[in-house]
Antibody, heavy 118, light 108 residues
């Protein structure tokens, strides 16, 4: 079965960077893209962007352009999301989600809590 | 950017009752590329519906989706205890992909 296993919680200071990983199993990694979605405490879901696991093409939400980098390592079937210049309002649970072909999400990671605090 | 507005914000119902959740888009959602998710506290969202009306694998038939254009509806025909949760709609016809703010279905 499809599984997405994310890295553990992180605590970062404002201005720092964080890199969250998402290890996929149960399917051919390069067949489907991965999106990243975040959820601030008590808030709704926010789409950050998408990466093709086939060729590494990316598409980022304008809000995160210049601050986020999404990559993949096909040798380990792992996707990464790197967010820089962290602010307190970046405190959130970050999810990776495998797309279905079209950009909806039948499979999700368990989430990674990133806390930004001085 | 397509803004999705969900209503009501909270729905207070009893088990066995019918739940009707609305999702209205600020622009036409291309090709009815509209999905619905259920989220329980401390869990990742679970896909219920894609393409406005297609149930995802393993989703009970008490969940149904309908609509097109700018108006979409998720209906739960008879609420089971495990259905009390927050529900989100998401459009994937335009970029950026966007989610509604959620509707909480709570036990009355």
């Amino acid at each position: 079965q499809v599984q997405l296993v994310q890295s553990g919680s992180e605590v970062k200071k404002p201005g720092a960077s964080v890199k969250v990983s998402c290890k996929a199993s149960g399917y051919t990694f390069t067949t489907y893209g991965i999106s990243w979605v975040r959820q601030a405490p008590g808030q709704g879901l926010e789409w950050m962007g998408w990466i093709s696991a086939y060729n590494g093409n990316t598409h980022y939400a304008e809000k995160f352009q210049g601050r986020v980098t999404m990559t993949t390592d096909t040798s380990t079937s792992t996707a990464y999301m790197d967010l820089r210049s962290l602010r307190s309002d970046d405190t959130a649970v970050y999810y990776c989600a495998r797309v279905a072909g079209a950009d909806y999400f039948p499979h999700w990671g368990q989430g990674t809590l990133v806390t930004v605090s001085s | 950017e397509i803004v999705l507005t969900q209503s009501p914000g909270t729905l207070s119902l009893s088990p066995g009752e019918r739940a009707t959740l609305s999702c209205r888009a600020s622009q036409t959602v291309t090709s009815s590329y509209l999905a619905w998710y259920q989220q329980k506290p401390g869990q990742a969202p679970r896909l219920l519906i894609s393409g406005a009306s297609s149930r995802a694998t393993g989703i009970p038939d008490r969940f149904s989706g309908s609509g097109s254009g700018t108006d979409f509806t998720l209906t739960i025909s008879r609420l089971e205890p495990e259905d009390f949760a927050v529900y989100y709609c998401q459009q994937y016809g335009s970029s950026p992909r966007t989610f509604g703010q959620g509707t909480k279905v709570e036990i009355k």
